[in-house]
C-alpha cells in the first residue's frame, strides 16, 4: 500500500514563495506518475502539476511560468516549488500517485496553502 505525506504548506505573502513535499513510500514509486492537486473552498478538486515516471511535467495554465513540479526517485519524493504566488492559489493541495501519468490512485491527507497580506 503506497502511503503519501506532504508538507510545506502555510502561510505567504502574495508574490512569495512556497516549497510542498511529498514523501511516499510502500510502492515502487519510481514506476508511478505523480501530481499535485488542490481544492478551493467551494471548488472542485483541479491538477496543478504533474510529472511522469520518465519526468515529462504538465501544469495547469493557471500556474505556468510560476510552479515547477520535480521528483527524487531515490528518496522517494516529488517537490512543488511554488513562487510568484497569488491569493487565488489558496487551497489545501494534495500528491497523488499512480500508474497514469497523473497519478490518481494514491493520495495523500493534504496540506494547507493560505496566499494572504
Known amino acids: 500500500q503506497v502511503q503519501l505525506v506532504e508538507s510545506g504548506g502555510g502561510l505567504a505573502q502574495p508574490g512569495g514563495s512556497l516549497r510542498l513535499s511529498c514523501a511516499a513510500s510502500g510502492g515502487f514509486i519510481r514506476t508511478y506518475g505523480m501530481g499535485w492537486y488542490r481544492q478551493a473552498p467551494g471548488k472542485q478538486r483541479e491538477l496543478v502539476a504533474s510529472i511522469t515516471r520518465g519526468g515529462s511535467t504538465n501544469y495547469a495554465d493557471s500556474v505556468k511560468g510560476r510552479f515547477t513540479i520535480s521528483r527524487d526517485n531515490v528518496k522517494h519524493t516529488v517537490y512543488l516549488q511554488m513562487n510568484s504566488l497569488k491569493p487565488e492559489d489558496t487551497a489545501v493541495y494534495y500528491c497523488?500517485?499512480?500508474?497514469?501519468?497523473?497519478?490518481?490512485?494514491?493520495w495523500g491527507q493534504g496540506t494547507q496553502v493560505t496566499v494572504s497580506s
Open positions: 497523488t500517485a499512480g500508474p497514469s501519468p497523473i497519478g490518481g490512485d494514491y
